[in-house]
């Protein structure tokens, strides 16, 4: 097998974020822990520019629950249709778990007084 298409089953949810990204990960954690990791989540900041669906932005993070790992190395990874090697990638990572196998999100900017129109992020997951 693969070094990439091994995981650790006992791994909850993945997170993809940028070495610029800041994660407030007891916010993270309070919000992950009422998701069911048997369930295949990408959760994060979704832009559509390159996709009709849509693709969770790689400079905002994203997140992939121990299933949606699962099913991307099972049913996408070797597939150069639906994960090509020629995209950024979080535009390839949009492409291939869009594919009617995962839960994709929407992100929420809450009005807040501390940060009015600020990039903040709360996932909310939608199915």
């Given at each position: 097998m693969e070094k990439a298409e091994r995981y650790d089953k006992s791994i909850f949810l993945t997170l993809q974020a940028d070495d610029d990204t800041y994660v407030v990960m007891e916010h993270m954690y309070d919000y992950l822990a009422t998701l069911d990791p048997n369930k295949p989540y990408y959760l994060g900041y979704r832009l559509k520019p390159h996709l009709p669906k849509g693709y969770n932005g790689g400079g905002a993070?994203?997140?992939?629950?121990?299933?949606a790992v699962k099913l991307f190395l099972e049913q996408a990874f070797h597939d150069r249709t639906l994960c090509p090697i020629d995209m950024h990638e979080d535009v390839g990572m949009g492409r291939s778990v869009i594919h009617d196998f995962v839960y994709f999100a929407t992100a929420m900017a809450p009005h807040s007084c501390d940060y009015p129109g600020s990039g903040v992020l709360f996932l909310k997951a939608a199915c």
């Open positions: 993070g994203y997140v992939l629950s121990r299933a």
